[in-house]
């Protein structure tokens, strides 16, 4: 129903930026959240930031300050600005959309991969 493709992904030196994309394709128009989830090798995948369909964020309390999740009008795109990064980002970031009907259904981007050097 959704497919996600991330890009933008790559190797960065600490305190550098980056900046990661997704863009949505199929019933986008169903879609209530998109965020982006990390995860390192050996750990749990976790919640870096999300966007509600109203336009409202919320971040994991490690990236805030430094991340920035955005979307376009058409909420078939969406972005996340990283900046002031650090060696403990490093991980493989995963694209998320949510569609919220009588069940809530998550639909995920195959990953891209980012690396920080210290």
């Known amino acids: 129903q959704v497919q996600l493709v991330e890009s933008g992904g790559g190797l960065v030196q600490a305190g550098g930026s980056l900046r990661l994309s997704c863009a949505a394709s199929?019933?986008?128009?169903?879609?209530?959240?998109m965020g982006w989830y990390r995860q390192a090798p050996g750990k749990q995948r976790e919640l870096v930031a999300v966007?509600?369909?109203?336009?409202?964020?919320n971040y994991a309390d490690s990236v805030k300050g430094r991340f920035t999740i955005s979307r376009d009008s058409a909420k078939n795109t969406v972005h996340l600005q990283m900046n002031s990064l650090e060696p403990e980002d490093t991980a493989v970031y995963y694209c998320?959309?949510?569609?919220?009907?009588?069940?809530?259904?998550?639909?995920w981007g195959q990953g891209t991969q980012v690396t920080i050097s210290s």
């Open positions: 998320n959309a949510r569609v919220v009907r009588s069940l809530v259904r998550d639909y």
């Open positions: 966007i509600t369909s109203g336009g409202d964020s």
């Open positions: 199929g019933s986008i128009f169903s879609i209530n959240t």
